[in-house]
């Protein structure tokens, strides 16, 4: 008799042993046997010395758990280990930058020139960030988001553009006999605009549409009826939190985070943006 074993003992312990060792990656979905919770993973991090993942379910919650013994994947018990350690730097980094464009090597990013690129809202902001930031760190280009376009007109001319002061502006839903549309024909009128701004639009209703809905393992937007706020109206259709003004924020860094390069995005907003940096960047 082995008396080290001696005492109270889980009888199924042993067999944890012989259990598949999977690494934990974000959008698994798992079952914790002990609380009977499902979800998927939406986040793994280290705290006091352990791993813990988190978990939220169809209705949006979270809750977190330690990794290791007693979840399912797929109706298999597993063992669920920290992420798979990511391989070493390649001595050849990545030419490319998220545009497409060919990276510059070793040239520290511009002072910021007095052209601007003017972009709706902080979700427009962030995701021509994510993709050309590099570019225009290169160029000393700066991105600001107006927070709206419906006192454009006034903005421009307390810019006071001019040669060497130049305006790109990108705007939401720029369709022909669109609001935006003449407030855009009206902005231009400013004294100075003529040559040194550059008003141009993609055709969707929020710049959220400009991921391509496969990213995001769908086949097209959801449909959202009128009256509704839009991305309110997403949100729910995705059936993601959408009661607060955080829950909008944390939903749209979900589907920022689908966004890799250019060819996450829609043609119709790649164009309009290099179609903007070349207006601020060639003399």
Known sequence: MAFDNWGPQDLSAPGKKQLPEVAVQRGMVLEDVQSGWVGEVTRVEKSGGMHVVSLEDRRGKTKSFQLGYGFLLEGQAIRLMPPAARPAASAAPSTRTASGSVRVQGQRAQVAKASRIWVEGKHDAELVEKVWGDDLRVEGIVVEPLH??????????????????RLGILVDHLVPGSKESRIAAEAMTVPGAAGNV??????YVDVWQAIRPKVLGIEAWPAVPRGVDWKTGILTAFGWPHETAEDVGLGWQRLLGAVRTYADLEASLLGRVEEVIDFLTVP
């Open 198 to 203: 550059l008003i141009v639009g993609h055709p």
């Open 148 to 165: 709206g376009v419906d006192d454009l007109k006034s903005a421009i001319a307390a810019f006071n553009p001019g040669p060497g002061r």
